[in-house]
């Protein structure tokens, strides 16, 4: 998080929650803690994408797929968040829609400054902040709108039943008695700031991450129709398998054809340049072939000479082959240094677990139930902006599989 100061200084967005990385730790421990119940709430996905993407008996075109992605994620992931009381509200959908959106401009200017030095690129990013501009503001004053109420009510409650009250499972809830988070906690003055600057980092670390990879691996999905009969005929094993109940996460678990064709869509598709890190050894590190890194000195990875190396991915690096990582046993959510899409080491991404079972449960879903293709129907050549990889501009087109009863 410190690396990324400069593009998106989130100290100066998310004012109340400065330690952000202490907030990380816990969320990884409760992430690992709760999976079964985190993947139980990604069912409304399914409500969500009839509701969305619909039934389509005649061929629909979806040209803007990350938005309607960003629409049906909204709604598990702000359960998860913001528990049952609160996550429907428009206000807090439209907030996990937008709020990564509201502070694109300050990713997307370049860093020219930096190369006399990064605190010159911050200090120019920063100008409108200290001029009293947060997009975040607003949102802020949402959230704690709406959870006030439920935490008085949790409070109170709890100062009821003792023993016999049920602790909702929610991150918000982990806000309200987890030590590690908040080791002052006073129930009669919360700091309902924090908890909602908390809040509105799961937002921006969680949406726009997962719902532009879901909608990656939808196009993938649509342009490698040489896997979608292997991949159907699992979904339907599955399904079977559970009697079309709820999947639960060992279902999950049971989808490794899937998993593997999602992690291959992840190597796949992504930047040339990311993942920045600051060198924080005493004075300077030194690489097996003697390159070396001052203290303090930002490394950025360059992911096509690891993405594409055949002694790293195997045969044939340049092509999609989706089950290479089925061969490899490395599973999508596995950190591993040929393939960092979710970081490595101690602040890899906790929200691995959750957004993978995501990309499944919508994948899944779609291949039981469409036959998915694009407006052109021909892959794209890969265009790029700088060091970031553009997004694809043609429409998906999902229409009912004929075999599809439901
Ligand atoms: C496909 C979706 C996602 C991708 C590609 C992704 C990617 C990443 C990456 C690359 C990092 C930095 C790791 C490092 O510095 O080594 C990270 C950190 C983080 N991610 Fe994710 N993420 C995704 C989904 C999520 C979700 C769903 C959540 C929340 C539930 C989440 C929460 C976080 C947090 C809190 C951190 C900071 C960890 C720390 O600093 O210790 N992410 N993520």
């Not at 591993?336 to 929200?351: A, D, M, V, Y």
């Not at 079972?357 to 994948?363: A, D, F, G, R, S």
Request: glycine share 4%; proline share 6%; aromatic share 12%.
């Amino acid at each position: 998080m410190e690396a990324t100061k400069p593009q998106l200084p989130l100290h100066y967005i998310f004012t109340y929650s400065p330690d952000m990385t202490k907030g990380a730790v816990v969320l990884k421990d409760w992430m690992a803690k709760k999976i079964d119940w985190l993947t139980t709430r990604l069912h409304s996905n399914i409500k969500a994408i009839d509701m969305y993407i619909g039934d389509c008996v005649e061929p629909k075109v979806i040209r803007d797929p990350v938005k309607v992605m960003l629409d049906i994620i909204s709604i598990p992931f702000s359960s998860v968040a913001f528990g049952d009381e609160c996550c429907h509200y428009d206000d807090i959908l439209d907030m996990f829609r937008n709020l990564t959106a509201s502070f694109s401009k300050l990713i997307v200017i370049p860093p020219l400054l930096s190369f006399i030095h990064p605190w010159l690129h911050q200090q120019f990013v920063t100008i409108p902040f200290r001029f009293g501009w947060n997009p975040y503001s607003k949102y802020r004053d949402t959230i704690i709108r709406r959870i006030r109420p439920v935490i008085e009510k949790r409070l109170n409650d709890r100062k009821k039943l003792g023993d016999d009250w049920v602790a909702p499972m929610d991150l918000l809830q982990v806000f309200l008695d987890n030590p590690r988070v908040t080791p002052d906690f006073d129930p009669n003055n919360v700091d309902i700031n924090f908890i909602a600057d908390s809040l509105g980092v799961f937002v921006i670390a969680s949406m726009n991450t997962t719902s532009n990879r879901t909608v990656t691996a939808l196009y993938d999905l649509a342009w490698r129709k040489e896997y979608v009969q292997e991949l159907y005929k699992e979904a339907q094993e599955i399904n079977k398998q559970c009697n079309c109940n709820e999947l639960t996460y060992h279902d999950f678990n049971k989808m490794v054809k899937l998993d593997s064709f999602i992690k291959e869509s992840f190597r796949n598709f992504d930047d040339i340049l990311g993942l920045p890190h600051i060198c924080i050894v005493k004075s300077i590190y030194t690489f097996k072939n003697g390159y070396q890194i001052p203290k303090g000195r930002t490394a950025i990875l360059n992911f096509l000479d690891t993405h594409y190396d055949e002694e790293i991915q195997g045969r044939d690096p340049m092509k999609f082959y989706a089950f290479r990582h089925l061969e490899r046993k490395a599973s999508a959510t596995k950190i591993e240094r040929n393939l960092t899409i979710f970081g490595n080491g101690k602040h890899s991404c906790p929200g691995r677990f959750l957004a993978v079972n995501q990309i499944k449960m919508v994948l899944h879903h779609v291949i039981l139930k469409y036959n998915i293709t694009t407006e052109t129907g021909k892959i794209p050549p890969k265009r790029y902006l700088g060091p970031v990889l553009n997004r694809v501009y043609d429409g998906l087109v999902f229409e009912k599989r004929k075999d599809n009863v439901n």
